[in-house]
């Protein structure tokens, strides 16, 4: 529990920062109203919006636990659309 002076010293800060705290408030609401609102569409599993997002972890995730370059684990495969990825072999 907060005491009487500690409860003090939050309300000014509160009200500096209002603006801040209500945006943030109303942007996580408009987050989950999407999620709610999506995810029955998609089976209720969550899906990339873009592939290259999902071609991007799967070249760092075969990087990582197999030491291949690539979008499986078996053959090195330029797939990346990056600049950054392409100039990496």
């Not at 529990?1 to 801040?20: A, F, K, N, S, Y």
Request: net charge positive; aromatic share 6%.
């Amino acid at each position: 529990m907060l005491t009487v002076l500690e409860r003090i010293r939050i309300v000014p800060r509160v009200r500096e920062h209002g603006d801040v705290l209500v945006a943030a408030i109303i942007l996580g609401a408009i987050v989950v109203v999407l999620l709610v609102a999506t995810l029955p569409e998609t089976g209720g599993e969550m899906v990339y919006a873009f592939d290259d997002a999902y071609i991007h972890l799967a070249i760092a995730k075969n990087l990582v636990r197999h030491g291949v370059w690539g979008v499986t684990r078996y053959a090195f495969s330029s797939s990346s659309s990056s600049l950054a990825c392409r100039s990496i072999p």
